[in-house]
């Protein structure tokens, strides 16, 4: 009898066995990534990041990981091999997911900082060493620090907003692949391409030809 709202760049988890009915707003309706994960290692994972009590998780910007996990499904590798990559792509999503369970109170304001600066600077290339300058630390403790936090390294994560910033420019303007890249930090559009390969399984001109379901 409970309902639940997720909006765009949630994630959300729906137990095993659980009734339950989902949809979208006729006049906005969804794009959705979606896996259905199964197996005895799942519910050990699940209490494991403490994702049992909470429904809803929003704002995660994991979509890279999705489709880096649909990539990998879709290698034409031996079946084994790609259970096996795909399970440990899981459990990196299950990372990042618990790393938006934590209450913003309770992360460090250093943390924060770092962040922030990150998300405000996506057009240009933020090194460690000015992370660690606007702290007054060491490159080591910033990416400690970050990684403990957000579940990822300060330079991953840059990477994975660059390349949702990306996507949201492919699919919903004619900007050409080269302004996108350089309106990114990226001088080498060939360079951009290869980490946005890397990030979702195409390249930037397959995945503008691709329509979002």
Request: hydrophobic share 40%; proline share 7%.
């Amino acid at each position: 009898g409970r309902t639940y709202t997720a909006s765009a760049g949630d994630v959300y988890i729906l137990a095993p066995g659980t009734v339950h009915t989902y949809y979208s707003d006729s006049e906005q309706p969804w794009t959705k990534l979606f896996i259905n994960a199964l197996g005895a290692v799942v519910p050990p994972l699940l209490d494991a990041y403490g994702l049992r009590k909470q429904v809803v998780f929003p704002q995660c910007s994991l979509e890279p990981l999705f489709r880096e996990l649909f990539a990998l499904a879709d290698t034409g590798l031996p079946q084994d091999t790609i259970m096996e990559r795909c399970a440990l792509k899981f459990h990196e999503i299950l990372i990042g997911v618990a790393a938006n369970v934590r209450p913003q109170s309770v992360v460090p304001e250093e943390a924060l900082r770092l962040k922030a600066l990150i998300d405000a600077q996506l057009h240009r290339v933020v090194s460690i060493d000015e992370l660690a300058a606007s702290l007054y630390r060491s490159g080591d403790y910033v990416i400690k620090l970050f990684k403990r936090w957000f579940g990822t390294t300060p330079h991953a994560y840059a990477t994975r907003r660059k390349v949702m910033t990306a996507q949201k420019l492919l699919a919903e303007t004619r900007i050409p692949v080269g302004e996108i890249a350089a309106s990114l930090g990226y001088e080498d559009p060939q360079y951009f391409s290869h980490v946005f390969r890397r990030e979702t399984g195409l390249s930037p001109t397959a995945c503008r030809k691709t329509p979002r379901v």
